[in-house]
T-cell receptor, first 113, second 114 residues
Framework: GQQLNQSPQSMFIQEGEDVSMNCTSS?????WLWYKQDPGEGPVLLIA?????ELTSNGRLTAQFGITRKDSFLNISASIPSDVGIYFC?????????????FGKGTKLSVKP | DVKVTQSSRYLVKRTGEKVFLECVQD?????MFWYRQDPGLGLRLIYF???????EKGDIPEGYSVSREKKERFSLILESASTNQTSMYLC?????????????FGPGTRLTVL
């Protein structure tokens, strides 16, 4: 079935560094969603991508919908301590009921001040 | 502001107890979901509901049941809690209008079963 592979699993970076993470799939997606989960909280949507090749920014975050429709990338520029958390990619579960999403296992980001 | 609330942030129960986790959304959403989150395993779907009194099994329904008597409320029930059900439980809702709907999450309930 559909599966999303996120990498890296975890990152330890210094404040001010740029961060890059990605999500890949063996099947095509028409939508990519990127969520962030702060420690002790539920995930919150950061960016939604709906078109192959699309590049969307939200402040210091930039996400791209891969041209093959099988991958997506999330970049964070000039990281700050509050960027700490787990970042999930997600896409529609085409094999399931409407509204179901498939989630990657997440990239855990740690930022050293 | 959209809101999904969960009845408890932290819960400690004993093996064999019946456990109820409650979730309420105020957005008039059709779909509601229960996930379990464990380190390294991401979010795994337990059950979801696309309408009142309707439910469907997710990827890991064993040991759980759900109830949706009202549109805004979705309950997760552990009939007889076991230690391997110690986890973070996340509730979510979505409008139900599109296959690409965003899901809105509650803050989570961290359940410990002793």
């Amino acid at each position: 079935g559909q599966q999303l592979n996120q990498s890296p699993q975890s990152m330890f970076i210094q404040e001010g560094e740029d961060v890059s993470m990605n999500c890949t799939s063996s099947s095509i997606f028409n939508t990519w969603l990127w969520y962030k989960q702060d420690p002790g909280e539920g995930p919150v949507l950061l960016i939604a991508l709906y078109k192959a090749g699309e590049l969307t920014s939200n402040g210091r975050l930039t996400a791209q919908f891969g041209i093959t429709r099988k991958d997506s990338f999330l970049n964070i520029s000039a990281s700050i301590p509050s960027d700490v958390g787990i970042y999930f990619c997600a896409g529609p579960n085409y094999g399931g009921s409407q509204g179901n999403l498939i989630f990657g296992k997440g990239t855990k980001l740690s930022v050293k001040p | 502001d959209v809101k999904v609330t969960q009845s408890s942030r932290y819960l400690v129960k004993r093996t064999g107890e019946k456990v109820f986790l409650e979730c309420v959304q105020d957005m008039d959403h059709e779909n509601m979901f229960w996930y379990r989150q464990d380190p390294g395993l991401g979010l795994r779907l337990i059950y979801f509901s696309y309408d009142v009194k309707m439910k469907e099994k997710g990827d890991i329904p064993e040991g759980y049941s759900v109830s949706r008597e009202k549109k805004e409320r979705f309950s997760l029930i552990l009939e007889s809690a076991s230690t391997n059900q110690t986890s973070m439980y996340l509730c979510a809702s979505s409008p139900g209008t599109s296959i690409t709907d965003e899901q809105f999450f509650g803050p989570g309930t961290r359940l410990t079963v002793l």
